[in-house]
């Protein structure tokens, strides 16, 4: 997997906040980076949980990648959302935990595109993530040597 530094959206970036939804880290001028999702060779988000994510109670989080006209892009509902994920108790995001997303193609992205978190429930007083876009992923599991 090649990192373009253009493409990151957060790198181990704290992304705890109060509940309701947050544009978090960067913006990606689709326009500037010659970027066009929708269209042409798959691209894919990746999400990795640098921190686990805590809170004084039970809360939920969901990640969301939208775009918007404007670099301050919305999050009252006017951006159009291209990727949802699955709610995740914060107990489901660990360190460790990735979560790779092809972006869906044939869809009219808008030029800023960013990352999104929606939190539930209650505040979320830990969590930290990396994100950002590539065009292959490592998708490989290793495993130990066999000797028979």
Excluded: C
């Excluded at 935990?97 to 007083?125: D, F, H, K, W």
């Amino acid at each position: 997997m090649i990192l373009d530094k253009n493409l990151k959206f957060a790198d181990a970036l704290d992304v705890s906040a109060a509940t309701g939804t947050a544009l978090v880290g960067d913006v990606i001028d689709l326009t500037a980076n010659a970027v066009n999702p929708g269209r042409g060779q798959p691209i894919y988000l990746v999400i990795q949980v640098t921190t686990a994510f805590t809170s004084g109670t039970s809360s939920d989080v969901t990640f969301q990648l939208a775009s918007d006209s404007v670099a301050a892009i919305a999050t009252n509902g006017t951006q159009t959302v291209h990727y949802v994920s699955d709610t995740f108790d914060e107990s489901e995001l660990p360190v460790g935990t990735v979560l790779t997303i092809a972006l869906p193609q044939g869809r009219n992205y808008e030029r800023y595109l960013g990352l999104q978190v929606v939190t539930a429930g209650a505040a979320t007083t830990a969590g930290a993530i990396s994100a950002f876009l590539v065009w292959d992923v490592q998708n490989n599991d290793s495993y130990p040597d066999a000797v028979n």
